[in-house]
């Protein structure tokens, strides 16, 4: 078993920055890639960036291609999300998953674990 734990989260104005960070332990050595999802009331779950922490690379959806920066630490198994020039649609619970990627890295069922979330308001 993975658990993930997200923080980082908060409440910022519009243009500010934040940086999210997801700690994993537990059987950590079965995990081939990291992301970042998000979703806002009434929206499907979206990914934002992963990280293929096999080869160091990260992967960016639409949402979080320009603005965000997803980074890997091996020794702290802990993955980070830079999110700058923040908008008020950027507001949404975002959620920390892990797993052995059959799949592309940016859908939903190529993770196993999923962290509780850490909310993320973005005021106009």
């Known amino acids: 078993q993975v658990q993930l734990v997200e923080s980082g989260g908060g409440t910022v104005q519009a243009g500010g920055s934040l940086r999210l960070s997801c700690k994993a332990s537990g059987y950590t050595s079965s995990i081939d890639c990291m992301a970042w999802f998000r979703q806002a009331p009434g929206k499907e779950r979206e990914g934002v960036a992963a990280f293929d922490t096999e080869i160091g690379r990260p992967y960016y959806g639409d949402s979080g291609k320009g603005r965000f920066t997803s980074s890997h630490d091996n020794t702290k198994n802990t993955l980070y999300l830079q999110m700058n020039s923040l908008k008020p649609e950027d507001t949404a619970m975002y959620y920390c998953?892990?797993?052995?990627?059959?799949?592309?890295?940016?859908?939903?069922?190529?993770?196993?674990?999923w962290g509780q979330g850490t909310q993320v308001t973005v005021s106009a």
């Open positions: 998953a892990a797993g052995g990627c059959p799949g592309p890295l940016l859908e939903l069922g190529s993770y196993n674990y």
